[in-house]
């Protein structure tokens, strides 16, 4: 996200000179760096990032992660340019997750909401928790529609490769919500038909939160821990 010259990136997933080449090539400058929740399906690059940049790292509060970083509550603000990202708490996917919408009219859900599903509540999950995640973000959900329905929707994830075309992944909010039958139920039905159609788990995806929640870059190689498809998203 861009404004007046200054830059948010948002969970990012590739190397940090991406960023800084994408950032420089649109004589932008990256002031901060935003998780949305701590990640189960890939190693976060937001470390590495702010680290190399010297900028602040945000992410939801929660005692999750051992490395300093910059809590974000409900209500907060991530300042930019000339705006701000306001900070929605949307428990669910995890509960830490958070959403960051732009009132000029964007809504960055990382794996809470995707244009085609919703977030997968058991990862990481107690016995029993899944459940109990499920209605929180049957909750969260109902909030983020409250949103005004030409909202742009950009989920942290799509289930299939995407060209670096400079379009970006994104539906407005209203035909989201009409496209997906989950969204239609009410609460109880939409838990237990969540948890019937939970996919199978990422591969390394236990490796992956011990590292993401270290803030440490592995030893391994990274492209073998974060092989397979991203299976975040129930549909």
Same mark, same amino acid.
């Given at each position: 996200m861009a404004s007046r010259g200054e830059a948010l990136v948002i969970d990012p997933a590739l190397a940090p000179q991406v960023y800084a080449a994408v950032a420089a090539a649109r004589r932008l400058k990256i002031v901060g760096v935003a998780d949305t929740h701590?990640?189960?399906?890939h190693l976060s690059r937001s470390p590495l990032l702010a680290r190399e940049l010297w900028v602040p790292h945000y992410l939801p509060a929660q005692n999750r992660v051992r490395f300093p970083f910059e809590p974000l509550h409900d209500g907060d603000g991530i300042p930019f340019g000339g705006?701000?990202?306001?900070?929605?708490?949307t428990?669910?996917?995890?509960?830490? $997750?958070?959403?960051?919408?732009?009132r000029a009219g964007s809504v960055l859900t990382g794996d809470t909401l995707f244009l085609d599903g919703v977030g997968r509540p058991d990862l990481e999950a107690? $016995?029993?928790e899944a459940e109990e995640r499920g209605r929180a973000l049957f909750r969260s959900l109902r909030r983020l529609f409250e949103l005004p329905e030409e909202t742009r929707v950009l989920p942290g994830h799509v289930g299939r490769p995407l060209a670096f075309d400079?379009?970006?992944?994104?539906?407005p909010l209203g035909d989201v919500r009409r496209k997906l039958a989950l969204l239609q139920l009410e609460e109880?039905?939409?838990?237990?038909?969540?948890?019937a159609r939970i996919p199978p788990t990422?591969?390394?995806h236990r490796r992956i939160v011990e590292l993401n929640e270290m803030g440490t870059w592995p030893d391994e190689e990274p492209r073998v821990l974060e092989a397979g498809a991203n299976r975040c998203a129930v549909g």
């Open positions: 701590v990640h189960a399906d705006a701000a990202l306001e900070v929605i708490h428990p669910g996917h995890t509960w830490e $997750s958070s959403t960051y919408y732009l107690r $016995s029993g400079g379009v970006p992944w994104a539906a109880g039905a939409f838990v237990r038909t969540l948890l990422p591969p390394n």
